[in-house]
């Protein structure tokens, strides 16, 4: 007499019986809408290499909060575009540009709106680093690790006050986390998160950002600050460094590409832990799904659960709105 055969298929039989034993939800207040506002437009303008997504002007950041509460959307996370650059960013420090102004109009209009901001200067810098630049005696152009913390630390500062409820540094600069959070608590505001961009590879996954962002570098590459692909102790490392700086929340990005080091820095933190579905990771998608390809819908909703399995508290995702209203929030 030999076993009945065991027969896991029993719980798959129907959608009610495998919603009761699914072992990974997705809810819209898991994602967070990365926006970008342009100081220099008066109508939305398409970012061509991400289908749906448009830099805003400033004028629409009140109704933009609303569509994301609307939906049950966890949060949205800002990026800016100043009129104008210079080598070391110094717009990125301007309450009057646009992502300070975008915030207080979204704080306004929608108080309860989870707003975050994103903390570097390549959005602000005319060569597109994520820092400021010297030469070294040999000639090399490297990024100034120490000087880029004064002007980041100085931002994070002018969020806060224009309300955001987080700050998220994206530069990968080493002790950034500690000097942010020494200058928050010395300017009043103990009360702002640190969501730290702990473990940030350079990535060819930024692509369309650059576009969306105007911040592609002029010249060489980001592997100089940010993560080596073939890196994964490194990762917990950055993370174990961010945590003890003070970081409220730790976030891996891209996301798909490195869901085992996602997994790895959810095991080794209690902190919570956000993933960053980004622009390459959307735009392909997108891509495959314009030709038919696959399901776009059924795609994303795989993608984000797949993001959450492997450890993702929450996903910065360009998806957010769909997924939400998919979701049926
Ligand atoms: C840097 C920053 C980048 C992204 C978020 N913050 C670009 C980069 O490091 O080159 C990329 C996000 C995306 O690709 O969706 N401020």
Same mark, same amino acid.
């Given at each position: 007499?030999? @076993?009945?055969?065991?027969?896991?298929?029993?719980?798959? %039989?129907?959608?009610?019986?495998? !919603?009761?034993?699914?072992?990974?939800?997705?809810?819209?207040?898991?994602?967070?809408?990365?926006?970008? @506002?342009?100081?220099?437009?008066?109508?939305?303008?398409?970012?061509?290499?991400?289908?749906?997504?448009?830099?805003?002007?400033?004028?629409?950041?009140?109704?933009?909060?609303?569509?994301?509460?609307?939906?049950?959307?966890?949060?949205?996370?800002?990026?800016?575009?100043?009129?104008?650059?210079?080598? $070391?960013?110094?717009?990125?420090? +301007?309450?009057?540009?646009?992502?300070?102004?975008?915030?207080?109009?979204?704080?306004?209009?929608?108080?309860?709106?989870?707003?975050?901001?994103?903390?570097?200067?390549?959005?602000?810098?005319?060569?597109?680093?994520?820092?400021?630049?010297?030469?070294?005696?040999?000639?090399?152009?490297?990024?100034?690790?120490?000087?880029?913390?004064?002007?980041?630390?100085?931002?994070?500062?002018?969020?806060?006050?224009?309300?955001?409820?987080?700050?998220?540094?994206?530069?990968?600069?080493?002790?950034?986390?500690?000097?942010?959070?020494?200058?928050?608590?010395?300017?009043?505001?103990? /009360?702002?998160?640190?969501? /730290?961009?702990?473990?940030?590879? !350079?990535?060819?996954?930024?692509?369309?950002?650059?576009?969306?962002?105007?911040?592609?570098?002029?010249?060489?590459?980001?592997?100089?600050?940010?993560? +080596?692909?073939?890196?994964?102790?490194?990762?917990?490392?950055?993370?174990?460094?961010?945590?003890? $700086?003070?970081?409220?929340?730790?976030?891996?990005?891209?996301?798909?590409?490195?869901?085992?080091?996602?997994?790895?820095? %959810?095991?080794?933190?209690?902190?919570?832990?956000?993933?960053?579905?980004? /622009?390459? $990771?959307?735009?392909?998608?997108?891509?495959?799904?314009?030709?038919?390809?696959?399901?776009?819908?059924?795609?994303?909703?795989?993608?984000?659960?797949?993001?959450?399995?492997?450890? !993702?508290?929450?996903?910065?995702?360009?998806?957010?709105?769909?997924? !939400? $209203?998919?979701?049926?929030?």
């Amino acid at each position: 007499m030999g @076993f009945p055969t065991i027969r896991p298929r029993r719980l798959r %039989r129907t959608k009610e019986l495998r !919603a009761l034993v699914r072992e990974t939800t997705l809810a819209p207040d898991d994602l967070v809408l990365p926006l970008f @506002f342009n100081a220099a437009i008066d109508v939305p303008h398409p970012v061509t290499t991400m289908p749906g997504v448009s830099q805003l002007p400033v004028s629409h950041a009140a109704t933009e909060a609303r569509r994301i509460v609307e939906r049950g959307v966890g949060a949205c996370i800002l990026f800016g575009l100043p009129r104008a650059k210079d080598p $070391e960013g110094r717009a990125g420090l +301007d309450p009057e540009g646009p992502v300070p102004r975008a915030i207080r109009a979204m704080k306004d209009a929608v108080p309860e709106l989870v707003v975050m901001a994103d903390v570097c200067v390549d959005e602000y810098t005319d060569h597109g680093h994520c820092g400021v630049l010297r030469t070294l005696p040999s000639g090399i152009v490297e990024v100034d690790n120490d000087r880029t913390l004064e002007i980041l630390a100085e931002m994070a500062v002018v969020f806060a006050r224009a309300g955001a409820d987080v700050v998220a540094p994206s530069d990968m600069m080493d002790g950034r986390v500690g000097k942010l959070r020494v200058a928050l608590d010395a300017s009043g505001f103990e /009360s702002t998160s640190i969501l /730290s961009y702990a473990v940030k590879y !350079a990535s060819a996954f930024y692509g369309p950002f650059r576009e969306a962002a105007d911040c592609a570098p002029k010249f060489g590459d980001r592997a100089g600050y940010q993560m +080596d692909p073939g890196n994964a102790r490194e990762a917990l490392r950055e993370a174990a460094l961010d945590e003890a $700086e003070g970081a409220d929340m730790l976030m891996v990005k891209p996301a798909l590409p490195y869901l085992d080091v996602l997994r790895a820095v %959810r095991d080794s933190t209690t902190l919570p832990v956000g993933a960053y579905n980004v /622009s390459g $990771e959307y735009a392909m998608v997108h891509a495959a799904a314009d030709r038919n390809m696959i399901d776009l819908d059924r795609a994303t909703m795989e993608i984000l659960t797949s993001i959450r399995r492997a450890g !993702a508290d929450f996903i910065l995702t360009y998806h957010a709105l769909r997924a !939400a $209203e998919l979701l049926g929030a």
